[in-house]
């Protein structure tokens, strides 16, 4: 059940969640900061984008106003950006993030705000690649496919590899093959191209299919 309360929400769905948050409404205030193109398109939300939340929640307000921000991703430099508001927002200000993927924000704003993943993130977007019957040519494919994704991109991508081959039993998932998944992670967080990771990991998880 939604609630009004400062924290992170997960959906592929925001003008849903924005409805059901004006519906619990009474006296607060909102604040919207969508990161989105000329066009509309929503895009990655940028340190520009953190710095205008900043600056709107000094404004004083005598109601509780909600700061919300929705992007499909948050890139690192924005997040490190907010880190200090989230943890010590102004007087009457409450913070609201939403986006699409948990595994694409960082640990440290994670802990900062209660985070609640909804039903539809996980239905919106099926994984595209079959990993029961992986090969060198659907490998080659999928790199192909998502080559120039982002680095967070790139993260949400490791971890549903990780979930679907673990789901899929076809593979000898011993702990060195388990320590690939978290390195690619590590490797993505220091700036390695996308490209070699998914690469990397998917021809290493081919040599390990039974």
Known sequence: MMRLASGIIITHQPDSVMIE???????????????????????????EHAQEAIAKAYIASESLNYIILIAPRFSAVAQNR????????????AFILITE?????????????????LSDAAEAKPF??????LNLAKVYEFVQEHQRISAVECKDLVEKISLNAMKSQKYNLDESTLKVFSDSI????????????????????????R
């Open 82 to 93: 907010l880190l200090k508001i989230l943890e010590e927002p102004p007087k009457n200000k």
């Open 128 to 133: 595209s690649l079959d990993m029961t019957n």
């Open 101 to 117: 993927s948990k595994s694409a924000l960082l640990d440290t704003i994670q802990s900062r705000l209660p985070v609640t993943v």
């Open 21 to 47: 948050l004006e519906q619990l409404r009474t006296t607060e205030l909102f604040t919207l900061i969508k990161s989105q193109d000329d066009k509309g398109t929503p895009k990655e939300f940028l340190v």
């Open 186 to 209: 590590k490797a993505l967080e220091v700036g390695s191209p996308t490209t070699f990771i998914l690469n990397t990991l998917l021809l290493k998880l081919l040599a390990k299919k």
